[in-house]
């Protein structure tokens, strides 16, 4: 072989291997870019998970919309265990309701109104009720004006029931529900327009009734004294 040819064959051997070097070189920076940059499959794969995380937070802020609710709740509860009714001037006629309902037994409205001679009817709604004066004769400290008659419905029990009792004297007479007045069954009737002073009614409940009993007489007392106009 010539020096002219093998000097050719060098140079193509090196040129050969120049370029299987650079080749190598850039497969390996071509699979280090690949490593480090991520796709577009998992780059879109990254922003679903963060969006979940955002979400997640979401759920943290409807936990306290829950929260929210319960105190909403509890608000109801108390509104309505503090309800004050309306009580208007004296009628000739007045229907009070008797009520079970959702585990609570209670007369509709709490305290009535009727002219001296008007007539209070008793309507059982739902439930076994009574409508039955604070009298001596029922065995009962007398919340009800001097020299008032007494009366008892005895318990109705079937709905749409009634029972109806004229009002002669004149004051304010509590009544409660015999199975229930320790739950608080407890209503009122004011006969005309009497002097809130002096009535038995309206003096400080007896210290040996039970303890629900005296809270529901002293709501009523306020009530009554309320629409009387007399204050304490």
Not at 206 to 218: A, F, G, L, Y
Request: aromatic content about 4%; charged content about 25%; overall charge negative.
């Amino acid at each position: 072989m010539t020096n002219d040819s093998l000097h050719t064959r060098r140079r193509l051997l090196s040129i050969t291997g120049t370029v299987a070097a650079v080749g190598l070189a850039g497969c390996s920076a071509s699979q280090a870019d690949t490593e480090e940059e991520p796709t577009a499959t998992e780059a879109h794969s990254e922003t679903d998970s963060h969006d979940e995380t955002e979400g997640g937070h979401s759920e943290t802020d409807g936990h306290d919309e829950t929260e929210g609710g319960h105190n909403d709740e509890e608000a109801g509860h108390g509104d309505d265990s503090h309800h004050e009714e309306e009580i208007g001037e004296p009628t000739e006629t007045a229907q009070v309701d008797m009520i079970t309902k959702d585990g609570t037994y209670h007369f509709t409205p709490h305290v009535a109104r009727v002219k001296v001679g008007g007539t209070v009817t008793f309507h059982n709604e739902s439930g076994s009720h009574s409508a039955t004066a604070y009298h001596p004769d029922n065995d009962q400290p007398q919340l009800v004006p001097d020299g008032a008659a007494s009366w008892d419905s005895s318990i109705l029990s079937e709905e749409g029931a009634t029972f109806e009792h004229t009002f002669e004297t004149e004051g304010v007479y509590h009544y409660y529900c015999t199975p229930h007045e320790t739950v608080g069954m407890i209503g009122s009737i004011i006969v005309g327009e009497p002097e809130a002073h002096g009535q038995p009614a309206l003096e400080e409940p007896p210290q040996d009734m039970p303890d629900s009993v005296r809270e529901k007489i002293t709501e009523l007392n306020e009530m009554c004294n309320s629409a009387l106009g007399h204050g304490h």
